[in-house]
């Protein structure tokens, strides 16, 4: 998934010295693309990798006017009519007539109709393209933002600035935490980050550094998440978030096996999931069992230790085997409903984040050929191996 990040310090050479930490760090595995924003000019850049950044062209593209805020994304490009498509342009922020749009997650039209203005445009600029459109209508941003988001299904986290002031808006699946910074036991500054791991290892990172430059601060003890289906407005002369309403998620379920990318008409170019005969038993049993892709997704991994996109034929026998004993306790057990309340207070481990292993994110992006998907995952996993080593 890609990672949002927002810093703000009472000083600006440590506000960009963590956001430099952050933006490597949170890119490990987001490396389609890296942006960074200071609300402070106006100024934006973009770049694909944020290991290419050095901390000399961080400091020169955003010190003409100082600010004690500086927002920051890495991307993890998806699939968009079953193309990854990675260049500077698709990198975040994107930036219309009255917004600077961050986006983590992947959303789709609520209507599958084709709309021409779509036609080569990722997810996150077809929904800056709505709001702004909604704007003309709606200028509260709470309901604007409800408004324009009944428009579309998925995952989603923001960061937007509209008219100097700061939104942060997070969803129900995409993450995002927030860390306080004190200097002798007075607050001094704010990180939020989608990623908690990534944001402690970067200020592991950055902590070197700033004992160069002889700061002495701390953090609290550690990042906190923030509260579902929330809008904030971020204050930056207090440091503080507060919240301004709610924006609830629609769930993107996908239960026929075909997969329409945003922009895309159906019928026009898209594919059938499934092609295999044991994919296809597999598709019967989610059918049968009346889940949909993702409720399937974490049942294989509860009941076979192993995700869709991980399965491999010596697993089919035993995962075959499971769901049958589960299709059993379904027809036994008062229906889906059951089973899946079932499945939700299993105690076996079950974390989405597996599938940042292969640069999925899933269920939202779909690529048709798996085979391809796993093959291209393996070159990258060496591809990184091989530049640690260098």
Not at 33 to 39: E, L, R, S
Request: charged fraction near 25%; proline fraction near 2%; charge should be negative.
């Amino acid at each position: 998934m890609c990672q949002l990040t927002l810093v703000n310090t009472n000083n600006p050479i440590l506000t960009r010295m963590l956001l430099y930490s952050l933006l490597v760090s949170n890119s490990t595995q987001n490396r389609d693309g890296t942006g960074f924003y200071n609300p402070t000019t106006g100024i934006y850049w973009k770049t694909e990798k944020a290991a290419e950044l050095t901390k000399i062209e961080l400091a020169k593209s955003l010190t003409e006017k100082v600010s004690e805020t500086l927002i920051g994304h890495v991307r993890a490009a998806g699939f968009t009519n079953y193309i990854k498509v990675i260049s500077t342009d698709k990198a975040h922020p994107f930036v219309s007539k009255n917004f600077v749009l961050f986006h983590n997650g992947s959303l789709e039209r609520k209507s599958k109709l084709w709309n021409k203005e779509d036609e080569g445009l990722i997810d996150s600029e077809i929904f800056l393209n709505e709001l702004e459109e909604q704007y003309k209508k709606e200028k509260d941003i709470v309901i604007l933002l409800q408004k324009t988001m009944e428009l579309f299904n998925g995952k989603f986290a923001f960061i937007i600035e509209h008219a100097n002031h700061i939104y942060i808006v997070r969803g129900k699946t995409a993450e995002l935490h927030t860390l306080d910074i004190t200097h002798n036991g007075e607050k001094i500054g704010m990180i939020i980050n989608t990623g908690e791991v990534s944001g402690e290892r970067a200020l592991i990172e950055a902590g070197c550094f700033i004992k160069l430059m002889g700061i002495s601060i701390g953090f609290s003890s550690k990042f906190e998440e923030l509260e579902k289906e929330t809008i904030y407005e971020f204050l930056s002369e207090t440091r503080s978030l507060v919240k301004l309403g709610e924006l609830k998620e629609t769930d993107r379920v996908v239960v026929t096996g075909r997969y329409v990318p945003v922009g895309m008409p159906i019928g026009a170019g898209s594919s059938d999931i499934f092609t295999s005969s044991a994919a296809k038993r597999l598709y019967d049993y989610m059918f049968e069992l009346g889940l949909n892709i993702e409720e399937f997704d974490k049942l294989l991994f509860i009941c076979a230790g192993t995700g869709i996109l991980q399965l491999v034929p010596a697993d089919l026998d035993d995962v075959f085997f499971y769901l049958e004993e589960v299709k059993k306790r379904k027809n036994s057990s008062g229906g889906s409903k059951v089973l899946w309340d079932n499945i939700k207070n299993c105690t076996g481990e079950f974390r989405m984040d597996n599938y940042a292993k292969i640069d999925v994110q899933f269920p939202y992006f779909l690529e048709p050929n798996l085979k391809a998907i796993l093959v291209r995952a393996k070159q990258e996993s060496k591809d990184r191996k091989d530049a640690m080593i260098i």
